[in-house]
């Protein structure tokens, strides 16, 4: 028996891309091969994965130009972050308060950029606790967080990743800011692991060391943090189900498609840009912890670039610290304030 037949024509396919055009070359596989019964499919499948690896693989490393366009990506997605705050007294008093700040972020994405890079999270109260809340029918109410993971896509498709946590009427209160505080340890943890020449997945087990610590201070974890950390334990995964970081670039999950070595298991260097996104998700049902935990959900998530020096946050910009959330929306407040005061129109 012969080569297995894979068809007449030499071409490869990222497929996904475009079910037309997966079509379209599976048609003219089939078309042009010499014996179309005997045409092996799992080879050229095969082949079809082997390019999509190599893609992802090259997307690893940002050039310089790649960078100016996730930096263009992040600014866009800082006004977007703005205009949602803007949006969020109004959001109040709205049956679907979440699509009213999914609407303003939505309309800075189309203004100043090409759209959104992915669906926008807004997700108030025990909603913040389903990890893809895209539905973003409900209501915020006054009193709850609201979680809010959005980016911008620049006109050149690259894409930011940002969540920020919000206290809906501007003030943390003590629980949601206990809560909020852990998650921004853990992120601050995983930016101190995030080094040229540490591994990728040092920066998830940093961040997530620092929620199991939390965990079993706060009285959660049913088990010590020693056995909770280790590879058979993972209880706190039950409240931090998610990875902690993941690439960012022409798609939201860059380089999905990169061989484990060189992604999970892959060494940091100068040039990559990924997220650090911890986050804690305590849901209204979830009997195993104090009723005052229940229903709120915190994600802290921003865009890292790394350097010869270390991580750069692209999106330093907004406020992480809950102190500084608090008095970036207040500010906004005044200037909106002043403005209608003074007549302004904007
Ligand atoms: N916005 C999707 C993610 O954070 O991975
Ligand atoms: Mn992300
Ligand atoms: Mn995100």
Redesign the pocket.
């Known amino acids: 028996m012969g080569a297995p037949e894979i068809g007449g024509i030499s071409i490869r396919l990222v497929r996904k891309v475009d079910e037309n055009i997966d079509a379209l070359v599976d048609t003219a596989r089939y078309n042009t091969a010499k014996d179309p019964d005997n045409l092996d499919l799992a080879v050229l499948d095969a082949l079809d994965e082997k390019l999509s690896e190599a893609l992802s693989e090259l997307r690893l490393l940002k050039d310089e130009w790649e960078i100016e366009q996730m930096m263009t990506a992040v600014a866009a997605t800082v006004e977007g972050f703005v205009e949602v705050v803007k949006a969020l007294p109004r959001a109040l008093t709205h049956a679907r308060g979440e699509r009213v700040v999914e609407g303003a972020f939505f309309a800075r994405a189309r203004e100043v950029g090409n759209e959104l890079?992915?669906?926008t999270?807004a997700a108030a109260g025990n909603n913040a606790t389903v990890l893809?809340w895209t539905r973003n029918t409900g209501r915020i109410n006054a009193g709850e967080l609201l979680l809010l993971?959005?980016?911008v896509e620049a006109d050149s498709l690259y894409t930011a990743?940002v969540?920020r946590t919000l206290p809906a009427n501007g003030t943390f209160t003590a629980v949601q800011r206990k809560v909020y505080e852990a998650v921004l340890d853990a992120a601050d943890a995983g930016f101190a692991a995030a080094q040229p020449g540490a591994k990728f997945r040092d920066i998830h087990t940093a961040a997530t060391n620092v929620l199991a610590e939390r965990l079993a201070e706060w009285g959660l974890l049913p088990v010590s943090v020693e056995e909770a950390v280790s590879a058979e334990g993972q209880q706190h995964r039950r409240w931090m189900p998610?990875g902690t970081s993941?690439h960012l670039g022409l798609d939201?999950?860059d380089c999905a498609q990169a061989k484990r070595e060189l992604y999970l298991d892959g060494i940091l260097a100068e040039g990559m840009v990924f997220?650090i996104?911890p986050g804690l998700y305590f849901k209204n049902e979830d009997l195993a912890i104090p009723a005052e935990y229940r229903g709120i959900g915190v994600?802290i998530?921003d865009d890292i670039l790394m350097t010869a020096d270390g991580p750069v946050n692209l999106s330093a910009a907004l406020p992480r610290k809950a102190d500084d959330v608090e008095s970036w929306m207040a500010g906004i407040y005044q200037e909106l304030d002043a403005g209608k005061a003074s007549g302004d129109i904007r």
């Open positions: 890079g992915y669906d999270i893809h993971d959005a980016g990743d969540t998610h993941h939201v999950h997220t996104e994600r998530e």
